[in-house]
C-alpha cells in the first residue's frame, strides 16, 4: 500500500500571526489520505502549536531563547531526522534558513520555503539569498515579492507564486454588524476605524497616529481600535497620547476575535511601509469592511484603487488623513469598494485554491525524487480545484 506523503512544516515562532495562519489553514485543509504534515516550532510554546495539536498533527517546539540560542537550533536536524519527512517546507526568515540547511544534512529529499515578504535588516536579506539555492521550490505570496526574489536566486525556474486564500464566509448583514457593535460594547454614535498589526516598524502605524489629529478636526465623531501588538506598542502609545487625539486611540493588544470587530467598525486600515500579501485585507473583505492602504509592494495584487480598496503613498500622513476623512463622509462609496473587494476575493483567494496549489507543489517535487503518493480520491477531494 502505498502511504501518504511525509510533510514537516518548520516555522520560527507560535504566535498566530499570518504566515502561522497560513501554515496553519494549509495544515488543516490537506487531504490526509495523500499528505501526512507534522510541525516544529524554533521558539515559543502554546499558539500555533497547541492549534495544529487540536488538529491531530504531531507538532513541537525547539523552545529557542532567541535566534542566536545555538545549541537549541543545532537540535533541528536530529528532530527532522525523527519525523523522517519526505519534504520539509519551513517558513519565515529564521526557519527557512535553519530548516534548508538542517534538512540538506538530514538528507530530506525535497525542501520548500515560503517567503511572506521583503526583509528590511540587509543581513537577513543576505543569509536568504545565501541559503535560498538549498530549496527545491521557493513559494512566494505575491508577485511583488516574487520580483524581488527571482533576482536574488541562481535558479529562477525553482521560485514561484502562491497567494494566500482564506475561508469565504457568508457576507455579513446590517443586522449582523449592529450584534457585532453591541456584543463589543461600541458606541453608536461613533464611526469606528480598525488596524490589525504586528506593532512593528514596517507596519508604518506611526503614520496613522499623525494622521489622526487631522481625521478627529474634520470628522470629530470617530475612533481609532488598534488590535496587535508587538515592540513598538509602548512608543505607539506614547505618540498616540502626545498626537492631540490620544482620546480618540485605544490599543487592545492581542485579540482572537478579529473577524467580531471586522463586521462591527466602519473603515479597515493598514499603512504599511512594506508587505508580501497581507491576510488581514483579505479578512477585511470577508467581512465586508472597507479598506484603506498603503499602495504598496502585494497590496495592489488583492485591491485596486478606486475600485475595490483606496490605496496611498505609504509614509504620508496627510493623504492617509485625506483618505479616511473621505470614506467616512461618503458611505455609499465606502460599501461600493467592499463589494467590490468580496468579488474579487471570491474569485481569486479562497481557502480552496491555497490548499489545492500547495497539495499539487507537494506531488511535483515528490514526482521529481521519485516518491510515490495516494491518488486523489474519485469522489473527489475538497480541496482539489
Given at each position: 500500500?502505498?502511504r501518504?506523503?511525509?510533510?514537516?512544516?518548520?516555522?520560527?515562532?507560535?504566535?498566530?500571526?499570518?504566515a502561522?495562519?497560513?501554515?496553519?489553514?494549509?495544515?488543516?485543509?490537506l487531504?490526509?489520505?495523500?499528505?501526512?504534515?507534522?510541525?516544529?516550532?524554533?521558539?515559543?510554546?502554546?499558539?500555533?502549536?497547541?492549534?495544529?495539536?487540536?488538529?491531530?498533527?504531531?507538532?513541537?517546539?525547539?523552545?529557542m531563547?532567541?535566534?542566536?540560542?545555538?545549541?537549541?537550533?543545532l537540535?533541528?536536524?536530529?528532530?527532522?531526522r525523527a519525523?523522517?519527512?519526505?519534504?520539509?517546507?519551513?517558513?519565515?526568515?529564521?526557519a527557512?534558513?535553519?530548516?534548508?540547511?538542517?534538512a540538506?544534512?538530514s538528507?530530506?529529499?525535497a525542501?520548500?520555503s515560503s517567503?511572506?515578504?521583503?526583509?528590511?535588516?540587509k543581513?537577513?536579506?543576505?543569509i536568504?539569498?545565501?541559503?535560498?539555492?538549498?530549496?527545491?521550490?521557493?513559494l512566494?505570496?505575491?508577485?511583488?515579492?516574487?520580483?524581488?526574489?527571482?533576482?536574488?536566486?541562481?535558479?529562477?525556474?525553482?521560485?514561484?507564486?502562491?497567494?494566500n486564500?482564506?475561508?469565504?464566509?457568508p457576507f455579513?448583514?446590517?443586522?449582523?454588524?449592529e450584534?457585532?457593535?453591541?456584543?463589543?460594547?461600541?458606541?453608536?454614535?461613533?464611526?469606528?476605524?480598525?488596524v490589525?498589526?504586528?506593532?512593528t516598524?514596517?507596519?508604518g502605524l506611526?503614520?496613522?497616529?499623525?494622521a489622526?489629529?487631522?481625521?478627529?478636526?474634520r470628522?470629530?465623531?470617530?475612533?481609532?481600535?488598534?488590535?496587535?501588538?508587538?515592540?513598538?506598542?509602548?512608543p505607539?502609545?506614547?505618540l498616540?497620547?502626545r498626537?492631540g487625539?490620544?482620546?480618540?486611540i485605544?490599543?487592545?493588544g492581542?485579540?482572537?476575535?478579529v473577524s467580531?470587530y471586522?463586521?462591527?467598525?466602519?473603515?479597515?486600515?493598514?499603512?504599511?511601509?512594506?508587505?508580501?500579501?497581507?491576510?488581514?485585507?483579505?479578512?477585511a473583505?470577508?467581512?465586508?469592511?472597507p479598506?484603506?492602504?498603503?499602495?504598496v509592494?502585494g497590496i495592489?495584487?488583492?485591491?485596486?484603487?478606486?475600485?475595490?480598496a483606496r490605496?496611498?503613498?505609504?509614509?504620508?500622513s496627510?493623504?492617509?488623513?485625506?483618505a479616511?476623512?473621505?470614506l467616512?463622509?461618503?458611505?455609499a462609496?465606502?460599501?461600493?469598494?467592499?463589494k467590490?473587494?468580496?468579488e474579487?476575493?471570491?474569485?481569486e483567494?479562497?481557502l480552496?485554491?491555497?490548499?489545492?496549489?500547495?497539495e499539487?507543489?507537494?506531488?511535483?517535487?515528490?514526482?521529481?525524487?521519485?516518491?510515490?503518493?495516494?491518488?486523489?480520491?474519485?469522489?473527489?477531494h475538497?480541496?482539489?480545484?
Amino acid at each position: 500500500m502505498i502511504r501518504p506523503l511525509r510533510i514537516t512544516f518548520v516555522i520560527t515562532s507560535t504566535q498566530l500571526a499570518g504566515a502561522e495562519r497560513v501554515l496553519l489553514d494549509v495544515v488543516a485543509g490537506l487531504d490526509r489520505s495523500r499528505f501526512h504534515p507534522s510541525l516544529i516550532t524554533l521558539t515559543g510554546v502554546g499558539g500555533l502549536l497547541d492549534e495544529a495539536k487540536k488538529l491531530g498533527v504531531i507538532a513541537e517546539s525547539l523552545e529557542m531563547r532567541s535566534p542566536v540560542d545555538v545549541p537549541r537550533l543545532l537540535r533541528l536536524g536530529a528532530r527532522l531526522r525523527a519525523h523522517d519527512p519526505h519534504i520539509v517546507h519551513t517558513f519565515l526568515m529564521h526557519a527557512n534558513v535553519a530548516g534548508r540547511i538542517a534538512a540538506r544534512l538530514s538528507s530530506i529529499p525535497a525542501v520548500v520555503s515560503s517567503i511572506h515578504g521583503e526583509y528590511r535588516r540587509k543581513w537577513y536579506r543576505f543569509i536568504e539569498r545565501g541559503t535560498m539555492g538549498l530549496a527545491d521550490r521557493v513559494l512566494t505570496v505575491s508577485e511583488a515579492i516574487l520580483r524581488i526574489y527571482s533576482k536574488r536566486f541562481s535558479d529562477p525556474t525553482r521560485i514561484q507564486v502562491l497567494p494566500n486564500g482564506i475561508l469565504v464566509e457568508p457576507f455579513p448583514g446590517e443586522s449582523q454588524r449592529e450584534a457585532a457593535r453591541e456584543s463589543l460594547g461600541l458606541d453608536k454614535s461613533l464611526k469606528y476605524l480598525l488596524v490589525v498589526a504586528r506593532l512593528t516598524p514596517e507596519k508604518g502605524l506611526k503614520y496613522l497616529l499623525e494622521a489622526m489629529p487631522a481625521v478627529v478636526e474634520r470628522y470629530h465623531a470617530v475612533q481609532l481600535l488598534i488590535l496587535g501588538d508587538g515592540p513598538l506598542r509602548a512608543p505607539l502609545e506614547r505618540l498616540a497620547s502626545r498626537s492631540g487625539a490620544g482620546d480618540r486611540i485605544e490599543f487592545l493588544g492581542f485579540r482572537s476575535d478579529v473577524s467580531i470587530y471586522m463586521r462591527a467598525c466602519d473603515l479597515f486600515v493598514l499603512p504599511s511601509l512594506t508587505e508580501g500579501m497581507p491576510r488581514t485585507i483579505l479578512e477585511a473583505a470577508n467581512c465586508g469592511i472597507p479598506v484603506i492602504a498603503s499602495d504598496v509592494s502585494g497590496i495592489p495584487e488583492i485591491v485596486s484603487d478606486g475600485v475595490s480598496a483606496r490605496l496611498v503613498t505609504p509614509g504620508n500622513s496627510r493623504l492617509l488623513a485625506e483618505a479616511i476623512t473621505s470614506l467616512l463622509s461618503d458611505q455609499a462609496g465606502a460599501v461600493a469598494l467592499a463589494k467590490k473587494a468580496r468579488e474579487r476575493l471570491e474569485k481569486e483567494f479562497t481557502l480552496e485554491t491555497m490548499i489545492a496549489r500547495h497539495e499539487n507543489v507537494y506531488t511535483e517535487l515528490a514526482a521529481q525524487a521519485g516518491i510515490e503518493i495516494p491518488e486523489p480520491q474519485s469522489n473527489g477531494h475538497p480541496n482539489e480545484s
